[in-house]
């Protein structure tokens, strides 16, 4: 598959005042340095060469050739959905996030809770659970009517303040020291180019408003709507550094209703819709249920990510699921150990034809798990893997899975990685060293 040739951007501006010369054969700037410090600044540092799918063709320098007036510092919700809206469309900016921004204020910064998103809709749970109660509603269609409107309705409140949309030829980064990071937020790059988000924690981004569908499954499920962050058509995004956390509230404290758990989480990072060009680097995802997808559906299509040198904590499953693209694993850290509530499922699953080359990763097994659990697929995914370890010993993934599962996973794939910057050879040293340097807060 060639990589698309896309048109010159501001972003090959050279930063003469940085005094920094161009890599060689690539020409982008790794980093501008701070005349103040003599040290790189992390909101203008560019993706290295050859590190990663997003590398690829024009390479991913998100907002580094911000001038001045597009370089904002930003410490509440209504500041940072000001300074993404600024200026011509397409015009690189940084966005530098000093402390945690809570996404669920108005323009004021008074707290919004689920009762303030409800009022004047209509919609209250208790209504909701007693219109489509399966006893009464069935199994076979999903809900509809009043309740199911005014449901939507009220949703349609909160994505207003929490989806956060985060156009081209733009950083994110926080600023380094203050926790920084988006309580209960959800940035989506909708057909945006050029994005690096960058040392950010985000945690517990909630539903309010989670939609019943009888259909999903033999038993039903609960379903909601917002990702952390949500890739949907997006090229050349550099997602490094950053935390994902259901903290503070994990999925064991929220209740059953039909005789399923009311999920409020959806996924943590999510990569559909023909995303292509995606660079995935030290992050640490923790303490979630479905965590990301690569693919929205069976019928998607490109979807080349890289995910290498990130830590899958107290995971229960899609780390990631996979579908149609080519995937590249390399360094990562898997630890399968039941944390807060969350017990593992499956690691990677391989499905609709996805071609995943997995290189040099690191599971850390719990007693209550095998190897033949680590990863899943409909029989159609492929997992070329080699050097993979399993409690410090080198394991074939696919050869265990293969003996104990009826739907095959393929072992080779008709593709070979070229952009592997930073591939350790062995994945022993996993544990510790990305313990230290996976994450938000690590970053200077």
Known sequence: MSVPSLRPRPRRLALAA??????????????????????PDLARTALAARDGWASSGSGTTGGQAADAAHDTTVTTRAELVKALRAGPSGAPRII????????????????????????????????????????????????A????????????????RIAIAVPSNTTIVGVPGTDAGINGGSLLLQKADNVIIRNLTFADTRDCFPQWDPTDGSEGNWNSAYDAVTLRGATHAWIDHNTFTDRPHFDSGNPRHFGRAYQVHDGALD??????????????????????????????????????????????????????????LYNNHFDTTARNGYTHQYSVNARAGVQIVAQHNHWTLSSDRKASQLLSGDGTGAFAGSGNMVNGT??????????????????????????????????????????RTAGAGVLK
């Open 18 to 39: 940085a005094g920094i010369a161009a890599v060689a054969g690539v020409g982008v700037l790794p980093f501008a340095t701070r005349a103040d410090a003599g040290t």
């Open 96 to 143: 530098r996030i000093k402390g945690r921004i809570d996404a669920n204020t108005d323009d004021q910064g008074r707290r919004l809770g689920c009762d303030d998103y409800a009022k004047g809709t209509g919609y209250t749970l208790a209504a909701y659970l007693k219109a489509y109660d399966p006893a009464a509603w069935g199994r076979s269609k999903l809900p």
């Open 145 to 160: 009517g009043p309740q199911e409107s005014a449901r939507a309705a009220a949703q349609a409140r909160q994505a207003e």
């Open 271 to 328: 990569i559909t819709n023909a995303s292509d060009l995606v660079t995935v680097s030290y992050n640490r995802f923790t303490d979630h249920d479905k965590t990301m997808l690569i693919g929205s559906s069976d019928k998607d299509t490109k979807l080349r990510v890289t995910l290498h040198h990130n830590v899958f904590q107290g995971i229960v499953q899609r780390a990631p699921l996979a579908r149609a693209g080519q995937v590249h």
């Open 394 to 435: 080198v394991t074939d993934l696919v050869a265990a899975h293969n003996a104990e599962n009826k739907k095959k996973i393929k072992a080779e794939t008709v593709w070979r990685p070229a952009l592997s910057r930073g591939l350790e050879a062995s994945a022993a040293g996993l544990p510790a060293s990305l313990a």
